[in-house]
């Protein structure tokens, strides 16, 4: 007896278990059976919030859909500016899901990489068409911040027609077959949203931004080699200047070292020939008062210079004037 209500209890607890599912924060719930999507009065998918909900178990399957913000990375891509001139862009979208029944039907069940296809051929034509109405001042100044708006304001509410001057033709075709799609699978009261806006799609871009700009790599070295060779140009001109003011500084220095070594020559010769003049001087009033002395002083100079070790022999008379003080006293009188 016991044994027919434990399994009786078993299969109550699997199928109460399985009946059960559960939608975390951040995300959204549709429920399918046999396949086919559970819809309400408008024939759109219903969405179930955050939270504890039912299904019929083993039946019935839950597809759960991302609510979070979500960020693409765009490829870097070249784009061309008004001044007909080449821009190699890297720039990044922040979307997020807004109608979660028209996005899960345009998406083909929720495909993101199908919803982000979508996005980035409508951002990468609206991109395109706003810088060619720019020049690169306005797009590398303040004006990149109108830019990006004006992209993600275009990207949420579309084109108008003929009055935008800017026209994404090819995106806006996939947009709106998309679009189309879900106004044929629902019977929504609600007026459409427009066929070329992601809203079409169910998606609410949040926010464009550009991570950086370059130019091209062809244009990149061109106008480094252009800065480079403007950059020693004027590091050669500052060169010969400094070489200039260097010989100009040289030149007068040296001619300063000259001057002054000319001026201390001159000086040098003047007292040098004051010195020798009142030497003379002394020399003659010393001598001038004995006449005999002063012959005496020459001689024994005489005899110094002669008699050196340079001069082993001399040829003179015994006679000659030049030996008087080497003889007698009496006779070196005379």
Known sequence: MRKPIIFLIIVVLVALYASLFVVQEGERGIVLRFGKVLRDGENKPQVFEPGLHFKIPFLETVKTLDARIQT????????????????????????RISDFSRYYLATGGGDVSQAEVLLKRKFSDRLRSEMGRLDVKDIVTDSRGRLTTDVRDALNTGSVGSDDEVATPAADDAIASAAARVERETNSNEPAPNPNSMAAL???????????????????????????????????????QGQEEAEKLRAQADY????????????????RGDGDAETARLFADAFSKDPD??????????????FSENQDVMVLSPDSDFFRYMKAPSNATR
Not at 256 to 271: C, D, G, N, Y
Not at 293 to 306: D, K
Request: charged share 30%; aromatic share 8%; proline share 1%.
């Open 293 to 306: 002395f002063y012959a005496f002083i020459r001689s024994l100079r005489a005899y110094e210079n002669s």
């Open 72 to 95: 693409m990375d765009n490829q870097a891509d070249r784009f061309v500016t008004k001044e007909k001139k080449d821009l190699i862009v890297d720039s990044y979208i922040k979307w």
């Open 202 to 240: 169910g998606i609410q871009v949040v926010d464009v931004r550009i991570k950086q700009i370059n130019l091209p790599t062809e244009v990149s070295d061109a106008i480094f080699n252009r800065m480079r060779a403007e950059r020693e140009a004027v590091a050669r001109s500052q060169r010969s």
């Open 256 to 271: 300063q070292v000259t001057r002054t070594l000319a001026e201390a020559q001159r000086e040098a010769l003047i007292t």
